[in-house]
């Protein structure tokens, strides 16, 4: 059963850049696909992206794409959400989520089975 802590949200400006990382234990990390979502206040949950297994192949919301990357250290264990050029709209606590093995990334939060308890990232002038 892999355990994931995310780390590495704060306040940033707009325009700034933040990492997140999400640190697993507990499992074999290397046949995890890992993904990130986000909750804005009085929102519903969301897709931002995700990685499988071996790093091989990423996905993105359309609105994260040419801004963020999702990558992941599987000798670390961790995987990484880099967020450049943030707006306001990306206020949001981020999640980390995990689901064993696959070969097709999918967005659907009830498709991961393992979660973290969320960052806090804060945007503003």
């Known amino acids: 059963q892999v355990q994931l802590v995310e780390s590495g949200g704060g306040w940033v400006q707009t325009g700034g850049s933040l990492r997140l990382s999400c640190a697993a234990s507990?499992?074999?990390?290397?046949?995890?696909?890992l993904a990130w979502f986000r909750q804005a206040p009085g929102k519903e949950r969301e897709f931002v992206a995700a990685i499988v297994s071996n790093g091989g192949k990423t996905y993105y919301r359309d609105s994260a794409k040419g801004r963020f990357t999702i990558s992941r250290d599987n000798a670390k264990n961790t995987g990484y959400l880099q967020m450049n050029s943030l707006k306001e709209e990306d206020t949001a606590v981020y999640y980390c989520?995990?689901?064993?093995?696959?070969?097709?990334?999918?967005?659907?939060?009830?498709?991961?089975?393992?979660w973290g308890v969320g960052t806090q990232v804060t945007v503003s002038a």
């Open positions: 989520a995990a689901r064993r093995a696959a070969v097709s990334i999918l967005t659907g939060q009830t498709a991961y089975a393992h």
């Open positions: 507990g499992g074999p990390f290397d046949l995890y696909q």
